[in-house]
């Protein structure tokens, strides 16, 4: 597998590289880090309807660097959506031998050499990603040099995992959530990208987008974003396949980033990303969530 710098990393994503969460970006030769489809039931995938709004009970602080707290109707949205995670069905019987499979379809930009590469075309993607992290996975993308990558397993001693049992033991307490969020965060944090609020939302999205977990780990996770200053809401934004939804968004470090959800199901869509410049820089569509028995098995 060829290796990659970081200037070749689209917006916002380098500092994803020397220790992000995703096993899959420490290892691709992608241009840009390889985006993977995940979960669907367990998230917010299983809401059927949107739910009241409710008052969160955790503090919305503003942020080190005199940013805004989250918008209330951030807030308020955020708790739907966690209260949809909350009703959401639990995945039941899930083995350590299985696979988390997820399908996507997905395009990006990227930056080589200082220039900007135009958004790549819309195409599928698939990922199998070992239950237990101990099992290698699989990587099928429709795109030169992703057509087939295995993904090793995740080393034992990974602090940062995001295989499956890994996320089930992360608190289902909102505050406890966000101590982590920030903590597993700052390592993406330096001087040329000191926004530890902003790399605290693209964690949070690379998780909702990228992973399985319990419904009340997901939901922790929601209130938790709630409380990430500079998170506003942007209505009619649209997915990769068109699907048009309400986005939780942020902008800092030259992007915007918007996690795109269903306005009634609460269901997430997928992801845009735009840059300083009002280009896209990123697309997705997350269209299967589901757990298999073996890697390349579908669904």
């Not at 590469?117 to 199998?128: G, M």
């Not at 609020?197 to 319990?214: K, N, Q, T």
Request: proline share 7%; no cysteine; charged share 30%.
């Amino acid at each position: 597998m060829n290796e990659f710098s970081e200037r070749d990393l689209p917006p916002g994503r380098h500092r994803l590289l020397k220790e992000h969460l995703m096993t899959e970006i420490r290892q691709s030769s992608d241009p840009k880090p390889a985006r993977r489809p995940w979960l669907r039931p367990a998230l917010v995938a299983g809401a059927a309807a949107a739910v009241a709004v409710t008052a969160l009970t955790v503090a919305v602080p503003s942020g080190s660097s005199g940013t805004p707290a989250a918008s209330k109707e951030a807030v308020a949205l955020l708790e739907d959506i966690a209260l949809a995670a909350e009703k959401s069905e639990a995945p039941g019987g899930i083995r350590d031998d299985q696979f988390v499979y997820i399908k996507s379809r997905d395009a990006y930009a990227g930056h080589v050499d200082g220039r900007r590469v135009p958004l790549e075309p819309v195409h599928d993607r698939e990922i199998w990603l070992s239950v237990d992290g101990t099992r290698e996975g699989l990587l099928e993308e429709d795109r030169p040099g992703n057509e087939h990558v295995p993904l090793e397993p995740d080393s034992p001693d990974n602090e940062r995992a995001t295989h499956y049992r890994a996320l089930s033991a992360l608190p289902a307490d909102a505050d406890e959530m966000r101590d982590w969020l920030y903590r597993t965060a700052a390592a993406q944090v330096d001087e040329e990208r000191p926004d530890r609020d902003h790399a605290a939302f693209v964690l949070f999205g690379d998780l909702i987008r990228e992973s399985l977990m319990p419904p009340e780990v997901g939901a922790a996770l929601y209130r938790a974003a709630a409380t990430i200053p500079g998170v506003e809401v942007v209505h009619g934004v649209k997915d990769s396949v068109g699907r048009e939804g309400v986005a939780i968004t942020r902008t800092g470090d030259g992007e915007r980033e918007e996690m795109i959800f269903d306005e009634e199901t609460l269901t997430f869509l997928g992801e845009r990303v735009v840059g300083a410049d009002g280009l896209v820089d990123g697309t997705s569509a997350v269209l299967e969530r589901t757990v298999v028995d073996r890697a390349g098995e579908r669904p």
